[in-house]
Each structure stands twice: as C-alpha cells, then as structure tokens.
C-alpha cells in the first residue's frame, strides 16, 4: 500500500497566518504540522508517500522531507495548481498509485489515542484481504462541517452527506482513508459538484453504491483534533505539549517511528540527534540509545 498526503489549499481562514506559507507547515507545539499526518501513514508501514500541495508550498515540503531517505522512506511531490476536490488527489497521483492500494491523509488532521496503530494496520489488512474502501466515523458535537455518515437501527450504513444542514447523526469522517486499486478510476469517473470539485464523499458513496465501502468508528480514547482555526491550532500545540509532557514519550516523531520500524538504525538516529540542539534532539537521542 502507498500513502498520499494532501496538504494543499490557501488556508484562507488562518489569514495572515498563511498569507505566505502552507498551513501544513506551521508548527503544532514542537514540530510542523505535516510530520502528524505522516506518522500515521508510517504507523500502517507505509514507505512510499506522495505529497500533493500547492505550486506556491510545494518547494516547502521538499526542503523538510527531500527524498525521504533520512527516514528508510520515498516520499515524491506533485502539484494540485487549483482546488478540484479531495477526490482529484488520486488523479494527480495516479503515476505514483500505479495500480496499488492506496490511504490518503488529508495535511492538517492530527490523530491520537490508544491502539490507533492497530486500527489502521485492521484497516489496511481487510483492504489488502477483501479489496473496496475503509473510512472513519467520529462522533462530534456538530458535524454541520464535515462529511456524515448516515446508520439504520441496526448499525448498517445508509449513506454519508456533505456538510448537512441537518446531520441524520453525530458521526463525522475524518480526513483519513483507505481504498483498494480501483480508487483511480473511480474518482474519474465522478462529475465534479455544484462547487465545481471532485467531492471525497461521492467516492465513498460509490463504493457503498456497491457494497465494498466499511466504516469503522474512533472510539472516546481516540482524539482527532480540528487545526482549522486559531483556537484550534492552539488546543492542539497544548495537547501534544500536555501529553509529551506528562509521559515524557513525543507524539508522532517521525525519526523514532522509522526506528521502530526496521527502517532506519540506530547510528542513523545518533546522526539525526546530533543535528539538532534541541530537546528534539535529546530525544531522538535517549530513543536511539534506549531502545537500541
């Protein structure tokens, strides 16, 4: 399986934040915000990612991430130059899907919580196993906002709605999705909205169309958090600072990630850690050192 990351979009309602640069590159507490989405895709043991952004950001993420190699990784680059839609990421990325599985992330959601590694290694394996789509459902306060997912009585899902004036439920999806080879195709083949975009939940509902689309529900323990605004990006620097604090272990690092994996080694941890002068650094350092 590979993984796109989109991290494109004007940011407009963080103005002047991002007049001049990516909200996906503004920093969460101790790190930018991009290394979270990627963490989560490195948590499914995916090695091979693609980052979508904009002609004006994307000279951005190349100077942070390069080829990848420093995390045992791929990472490639491609250009959205307008908003055509969440769904258009398959299009821009179909040379580097080439005919695999695919879990897009969108740049600004940030995930936490108990077994999540778990979760999405389930989500990936049924896809790898029995092939259509796996998303998310969240419960929230007011899903107005986001994609719904509609149940029956019995738990069945019905259908999921774009940004409802009435909600038919609490259960938003998040930005995170996993979908078998014919995610390419399928997003082709859907005529973009009113708004002019190729809409992520009409790809979700083709494949509920056809029985191959599950969701799986986050439960109380899991966190998602909402960097939209500035309250938000704010809650979520002092979350990740509350609980990085509190259990001395850092929320997606991207470098101790790779190490866990097989990916990197401990040498290369050491080289890492000496570049930065920071409590990053120690802690790259104290990871290298006692998990080595």
Known sequence: MKGIILAGGS????????????????PLYDKPMVYYPLSVLMLCGIREVLIISTPRDIELFKELFADGSFLGMTIEYAVQDKPRGLADAFIVGEKFISGEDVALILGDNVFYGQSFTSTLKKASGKIAADRGAVIFGYYVKDPTAYGVVEFSKDGKVLGIEEKPACPKSN???????????????????IKPSARGEIEITDLNNGYLKDGNLSVELL?????????????????????????????????SCIEEIAFANGWISKDD?????????TSYGDYLRYIAEVRG
């Open 219 to 251: 439960g109380r323990g899991m966190a998602w958090l909402d960097t939209g605004t500035y309250d938000g990006l704010l809650e979520a620097s002092n979350f990740i600072a509350t609980i990085q604090k509190r259990q001395g272990m850092y929320v």
């Open 171 to 189: 259960y938003a999806v998040p930005g995170l999705y996993f979908y078998d080879s014919s995610v390419v195709q399928r997003a082709k083949d």
């Open 11 to 26: 940011g407009t309602r963080l103005y002047p934040i991002t007049r001049a640069v990516s909200k996906q590159i503004l």
């Open 269 to 277: 941890m050491l080289r890492m850690a000496a570049s930065y002068k």
